[in-house]
Each structure stands twice: as C-alpha cells, then as structure tokens.
C-alpha cells in the first residue's frame, strides 16, 4: 500500500500505542490481525477486513454473541485490494475461510 512520510509516522505511533496499551491478546477481537487492521485504520480510514461470525445454536444459548473479526486471509486480501497496492509475493487475492473454520465450529 502506497505511503508517505506523514503516513509512516501516523502508523508508526498508532502501532506503538496499540503495543504500550497492554491490551490482553485474544482471538477473535484482539489478534494479530486486528491489531494491524487498527493499525491501518489510522491512515486509510476506509479499510476494513471484518468478518461477521453469527453465533447460532447452544454457543448463542451460553452466551456467546455475534462478532466482527479479522482474520489473516481477509486482511490480506483487502490489502491487495486498496489502491496502488502491490502484492510482493504469492497471489493478489487468496482464500477466506469462515472464520470459525480456522477455529472450530
């Protein structure tokens, strides 16, 4: 994805604080993923690799609730996706699986 200086900065800052938060990890709201979608927020206000999970079944009855998500693939893809985005190696757009296929049903 096309940058500038300013944009280096911005991102380099939001990183940082999203680091020095302390935030607990966690798989489906604070992950690898999500902290680099949120990190890239701060310059391309438009990005978005959510994933909607609706919880159906006994996971909604314990209480489980639906969710936006950020995994890898649809990182990646979106990525690919934004203008004077070069894709340095591998395919410009690659399979998105449901996110509780990675994670168990």
Do not use: W
């Not at 992950?31 to 006994?58: D, P, Y």
């Amino acid at each position: 994805m096309k940058t500038n200086v300013k944009h280096d900065s911005v991102l380099k800052s939001k990183a940082e604080a999203l680091i020095n938060s302390n935030a607990k990890y966690n798989a489906s709201s604070n992950n690898c993923s999500s902290f680099v979608q949120n990190t890239l927020r701060s310059v391309f206000k438009k990005f978005n690799a959510n994933q909607r999970v609706n919880v159906t079944g006994l996971m909604k009855i314990i209480g489980y609730r639906d969710a936006d998500v950020v995994a890898p693939n649809n990182l990646h893809n979106e990525a690919a996706s934004q203008q004077n985005s070069i894709t340095i190696k591998g395919k410009k757009n690659i399979e998105a699986k449901s996110y509780l296929e990675y994670f168990g049903k």
